[in-house]
């Protein structure tokens, strides 16, 4: 749940800062930076006073199978068992005449483990749906993707591995997260903006009719930016492979330099459009489990 406390917490302070060469966002008057980063964040679990690695987490779950390495992996991150890095979020704009909207996203794709030892991994659309809810984050649409994917710090050339069922197993989400560590050379930060190595989860309308399955989208071309991946609701909402990847959108949003919270943005018929191609989009609606598709509880090793 946000802490709505930390609104008043939101005084005498600066500019958000941005690297050399981008343009600084402005925030309300007499913010500090840290105040509005703890409220975007508010939502996450704290870190655990001792956080695995992801070479200490990788033998449990390589002893389940996929629903139940999807439930822990639930867990774990519930748990804080992730990078900080990944509470570092990253501004990203967009422009429609004279207004301007600014949203923010975790710098890259979920993972577990730390800073120093960490797997990027897939969930399923249902785990993305409890996770998101829990944190009180979402995911993007195709149209933040694209945004995402054209103001990335560091861009990394998409890798395919042939179709079958080893896409889903334990020993691919490893290789491909091993391959993508050995792209990060050149730009050795990994609070910098990261995209172009995944596929993305999404949210869209056809999920209202849908809502049993997932929706993905991406994987963009290098070289122009179209996505190889188009918008897809081919697979059902347990389904999570190698090539997935979750990205955590912030709940608020700067429209024309006053907050709004994310989900009243995507339903205004005049910020909308700005987030989404399909125009307005409920996010409780989204985010509704459809049916009994509750995740079992797994101990944390």
């Not at 439930?71 to 990203?92: N, Y």
Request: hydrophobic fraction near 40%.
């Amino acid at each position: 749940m946000l802490n709505w406390g930390l609104l008043g917490l939101l005084c005498a302070g600066t500019l958000w800062s941005l690297p050399v060469g981008r343009a600084p966002v402005p925030l309300p008057a007499h913010t500090k930076p840290e105040a509005f980063q703890e409220l975007q964040t508010a939502g996450l679990p704290l870190a655990p006073e001792v956080k695995l690695g992801a070479s200490e987490l990788i033998p449990t779950l390589a002893e389940k199978s996929e629903r139940e390495r999807d439930e822990l992996l639930v867990s774990l991150l519930e748990a804080g068992h992730f990078p900080d890095f990944l509470r570092h979020l990253r501004p990203v704009q967009v422009h429609s005449g004279e207004h301007r909207l600014v949203f923010w996203v975790m710098p890259d794709y979920l993972s577990i483990g730390s800073d120093d030892d960490f797997l990027l991994v897939p969930l399923s659309w249902t785990a993305t749906r409890h996770l998101a809810k829990r944190w009180g984050f979402a995911i993007p649409t195709a149209r933040m993707v694209d945004r995402i994917y054209s103001q990335a710090e560091r861009v990394i050339w998409p890798k395919t591995y042939p179709p079958g069922p080893h896409m889903r197993s334990l020993d691919a989400i490893i290789d491909h997260n091993n391959w993508i560590s050995s792209q990060r050379y050149l730009y050795p930060d990994k609070e910098v903006l990261t995209a172009g190595h995944k596929k993305d989860l999404v949210i869209t309308r056809r999920l209202y009719q849908q809502p049993d399955r997932v929706a993905i989208y991406g994987w963009q071309n290098i070289r122009d930016g179209e996505p190889i991946q188009p918008l897809s609701l081919w697979h059902g909402d347990f389904y999570a492979d190698y090539s997935h990847g979750i990205r955590m959108v912030a709940p608020w949003v700067l429209y024309d330099g006053a907050l709004v919270p994310l989900g009243q943005a995507l339903l205004d018929p005049e910020t909308a459009p700005l987030l989404s191609h399909e125009g307005t989009l409920d996010l409780e609606r989204i985010f509704e489990s459809p049916g009994d598709s509750s995740l079992a509880q797994n101990s944390i090793p």
